[in-house]
């Protein structure tokens, strides 16, 4: 009780804080003189806002950039040498070849499952196609966590002999198969694949949903008018569909490719980054609280961020060419 | 100061589409064919929800099953011998075992790491939109470049600023953070959608004297649900299932939320079946009920957000 009560005080000072703060600025601002009024004021309705992203996002960047360039303990300039410790660890390079093997699965096939669900389930009965949706949907809304808790189960391993509680192990088994720890089998990147597996589950209904939008768009006219010229179904696809919608399949990969990038939780719960199944974001937290290696973990976020900056650009570009119309 | 405008009625559903759109559930196109094709989709697809949904179902019938039924045989018996040995117990052996505090930390962590930075950015995003001043295109580029930043940059120079403040491990700590991360994107959709707003709305209300503040809360506010709702739901949900920020800033003592406690508990009963499996539930209950109350909310806000990684 004494718990709740707690949380529940927390809450209402944590939200009544900011109204708070906000009447508090105005109403001081509102003393000023008219003329300064009018100059100060936007500044306090952006004010927190600015302040909150400048110290959560961009001094920790600049901070982080020029931590990299000092050793484990913050203490002495030691030039490139933390990257060039990224370029030639292995375990490090193991980790970013899984990286990279994650992005083109979990994007490749998560755009194209989401892709077919989507223009299988355009001619469903309205209904079914809600129902289907909210489906292959549900996942998004379950954390990371709670995926690989769903998944380990189904993974799960019990010596032979005993009966298995892990879907994969039972069909594997009853296929003659002998039961395996699935996720310490390194071999050809099979647990990486597993592990794939979850986040492609997550990210499909995403891909699905955007993608479903974008083909609803497409004018009946164009169809219509390709199906009269004689085209197949699959021609009207790859023809007339698939160019129709080619910028949401670029807006959705992308997220998913920066989604992936920084995929942290999966591999921490499920192998905590052991077997061969390391990534990027993992290593990071394996520097910095299990090595204590500051400067290291500080490059691996660097050339993190330096992977998303073709897409901040292009975003930017895309605000100035939206704002200019 | 006389006057407060009156917010027409019923005009906010249809603003701000082009960002907010909503198309997707409702299907209403008619292209659908008929006969074997429309068959064969509908197969496929069925087959598909079938094999996206197995693996939660799995879970959730475990987590209702004794202890060495979970153990013993596999989930799938129950469609042999339906409800035998079911149970609650798993369910208050883990809540006793920290799921249930946890639960609770969760609620005082999302609620203000919602409300806080919607707030401030509702603020900005009225700035940006209604307000002239010098430095607004610039520092609205900003807040677009720093979309995609992430939040991992935040973590080695934080860790050593919030020991030097002393707020690790506090609610306060985890609020401010969620509030930096999620204030790009909360800016960025509400200010799209309150630009969109007609020109004339505004500038009647200030011409009847109304100041900023007044605009902002009885006009601009109300007129802006349908976007703020959608920022609300895809943030409450960050935030609930975050387990990376809380890991680090919120630590493991009192304070742990429920990502947290699940994966404590697979990492420290990892054979445990019966507790991961209602563990895993109950953390999953609060993200379900939205999903399912919300869910056209939800997507608004996914399909808005889409620009953010």
Redesign the interface.
Known sequence: MLKVANALIAVVGGVGGIIVLFWVLNTLVERLPEKWENRVKPYVFIGPAILAVTIYLVYPALRTVYVSFLDARSENFVGFANYTVLATDRAIRSAIFNNVLWIVTVTGVSVSLGLIIAVLADRMSPLGERLAKSVIFLPMAISFVGASTIWLFVYAWRPEGQGQIGLLNAIWSGLGGEPQVWLQVSTGRLNTFLLIVIMIWLQAGFAMVLLSTAIKGVPEETLEAARIDGATEVQIFWRVIIPQIASTIAVVSTTIVIGVLKTFDIVFVMTGGNFNTDLVAVRFITELFQFRQFGRAAAIVVVLMLATIPVMIYNIRQFRAQEAQ | MSTTPTPPTHADDQRGTEVL?E???????????TGA??RL??A???F??LL?????L??LI?SFRAEQA???????TQFVTPFSNWTLENYTEVLEAGMG?AF??S??VA??AT???I???A??A???SW???PG?EV?F??????????????????LR?YGDVGITGT??GI???H???G??LA?YLLRNYMSSMPREVIESARVDGA???QT?WKLMIPLSVPALAAFAILQF?WV?????IA?ILLGGAENRVV?QA??AL?GSR?QD?HL??A??FI??IV??F??FSL?RY??RG??AG????
């Not at chain 2, 580029?141 to 934080?158: D, E, T």
């Not at chain 2, 609930?240 to 990376?244: H, Q, S, T, V």
């Not at chain 2, 889409?306 to 990684?309: A, C, D, F, L, P």
Request: one cysteine or more; glycine letters at 8%; proline letters at 6%.
């Open positions: 759109d198309r997707t559930i409702v299907g209403t196109e008619s292209k659908r064919r094709g429309k989709a509908t496929a697809v069925v598909i929800c996206w949904t197995i693996p939660t799995g879970l475990s979970v153990k013993g045989s596999g989930w799938w505090a609770v930390n609620l005082a609620v203000p409300v806080i930075p707030l401030a950015a603020f900005a009225y700035a940006f307000m002239r001043f607004r520092l580029v900003m807040i677009v470049g720093l979309l995609v930043v992430p939040l991992q940059v935040a973590f080695i120079p934080l600023l609610f306060l609020w401010l953070a509030t930096g991360f204030m790009p800016i100041s900023h503040f902002f949900l609930w299932n975050d387990l990376l890991l990502t699940l994966a697979i990892g079946w991961l499996t563990g895993a953390s999953m993200p379900m939205v999903f869910q939800f997507i996914l399909t889409s620009v953010k990684g």
